[in-house]
């Protein structure tokens, strides 16, 4: 398959055995730039997942003890071009790095209370170890482009699938359901 790209700016490739480096280099950089901010970081969304389509921005969960800790990082995060995005969610520290003008990373900074049961995490391991789902998900995202759905309504359109496989995984971690998009 190939990417897919549409007018409304949102594009979705196949996937790149180079993701996984791309956050290995992010994550290194990260823990040197902000020593004792970020207890634990891992790589997620759907550039986690091997052999599944994405949009080409590589996502990363990071916790802190507590989401003030990370204000006196600013400047370090900002060397390293990730700078505070304001999506109006309360739950976590969006940082947004662009390359060139173009998105390249997401850095969520959550707390260390919340880390086990991050429905982003979550989602990522059940898609690892569910091909078909991970299919099923790669199709969608790929029809929902093709539809010529906007940048502000792709996530909302994934929705359904995304609570669905959620709650799955969820379920099979003994945890209750929960919406996958925090409100905002």
Known sequence: MTAVSEPSGIHVA???PSWPRQAATAIDALRAAAPG???KI???GSTAVPGLSAKPVIDL??????LTH???HQAALAELGFHPHDNRMTDRLPYVR???GVRSHILHVVTLESWPTRNQRIFRDYLRA???DATRYAHLKRAIVVAGTGPG???RAKTVLVQELTDRARAQLGLPSVPVWEKQ
């Open 130 to 132: 569910h091909p078909e």
């Open 42 to 44: 891992e790589h997620i």
């Open 70 to 72: 990370a204000a006196p």
């Open 14 to 16: 196949d996937y790149d």
């Open 153 to 155: 309504e792709y996530a």
């Open 37 to 39: 901010l970020l207890l």
């Open 98 to 100: 662009a390359d060139s």
């Open 61 to 66: 969960m990071a916790a802190a003890h507590d």
